[in-house]
């Protein structure tokens, strides 16, 4: 089995996370969360005293149902350890697996992932397998499969800064 960090030596570092690091509940920067934390409320008892209700209201907090879980990535090849909310177990397996749970490209997965989470999807990102599947995707759309350096000369082309004059 590999952690998270493990993963993140070996393949490189990754790019800068886009989204600040929590600072409210900062565990979960280290693990795959999906954007919970402690929540805070009151336990209430009801006594009946003289014929009327009277509450005794008790701060108190619940936690995120946090596990350490050892999950198989495909495109790794291996088991990866991995601190992750109950829920979002339940959303890997309905995604059918933790590479389809990573690899989700709407903003808000972006953000549930976490600092660690983004460093666990960079590490699989730059596997053979997923780099495979990406250009199967872009010749399947018709788009051209372009090398490095295109890529880039293309994002600079379509930034929205070009047409800014200072």
């Known amino acids: 089995t590999t952690s998270i960090k493990t993963l993140t030596r070996a393949r490189g570092p990754a790019p800068t996370y886009p989204y600040p690091a929590r600072t409210t509940y900062k565990q979960s920067n280290h693990g795959l969360y999906g954007g919970t934390h402690i929540q805070y409320g ?3 008892a009801v006594k009946k005293v003289l014929g009327k ?3 005794t209201k008790t701060r108190r907090l619940w936690r995120p149902n946090i ?3 050892h999950l198989w990535s495909a495109a790794l090849g291996r088991l990866v350890r ?3 909310q109950a829920r979002v177990l339940r959303t890997i397996d309905k995604l059918g697996g933790l590479d389809e749970y990573v690899l ?3 903003a808000q997965r972006i953000k549930e992932l ?3 989470g983004w460093e666990l999807r960079w590490s699989i990102i730059n596997t053979k397998k997923v780099r495979e ?3 199967r995707e872009r010749k399947k759309l018709g788009l051209p499969n372009l090398g490095l350096e295109a890529r880039l000369q293309l994002r600079e082309e379509c930034s ?4 800014i004059d200072f």
């Not at 929205?160 to 047409?163: A, H, T």
């Open 82 to 84: 991995v601190r992750l």
């Open 53 to 55: 209700n009277r509450e």
């Open 160 to 163: 929205p800064l070009r047409s």
């Open 114 to 116: 976490g600092a660690a």
């Open 133 to 135: 599947r990406f250009r």
């Open 67 to 69: 596990q350490t879980q």
């Open 104 to 106: 989700g490209n709407k």
């Open 42 to 44: 009151n336990n209430v």
